[in-house]
């Protein structure tokens, strides 16, 4: 099976790099869906969103950051701390 690249990547197991928009191909079902969950595949014709930690959802809710259901944790975890950041220099302003 043959699955379009989302996010480069270096294969673990064969070692070779993978760009985004090439095609990686694989008889390993579970390897395959592995880099689908983490977000490097597209798996079944459906871009596969990595599962972000409840907390992290929790708190950027808390903090009302628009969008942040279909955010990477990578840029969730981004938009928290600038969120923070800027609370906290306007606290400190006052």
Do not use: H, W
């Not at 079902?29 to 014709?45: A, Y």
């Amino acid at each position: 099976m043959e699955n379009k690249v989302l996010r480069p990547f270096v294969d673990r197991e064969s070692g070779a790099y993978f760009a985004i928009g090439s095609l990686f191909s694989s008889s390993n079902l579970d390897r395959t869906n592995e880099l689908g969950e983490k977000g490097f595949l597209q798996v079944e014709g459906k871009d596969i969103k990595p599962k972000v930690e409840d907390s992290l959802l929790a708190e950027a809710k808390d903090l009302k950051i628009k969008g942040y259901t279909k955010m990477t944790e990578e840029n969730l975890r981004k938009a928290i701390e600038a969120v923070k950041a800027k609370k906290a220099s306007e606290a400190d302003g006052q």
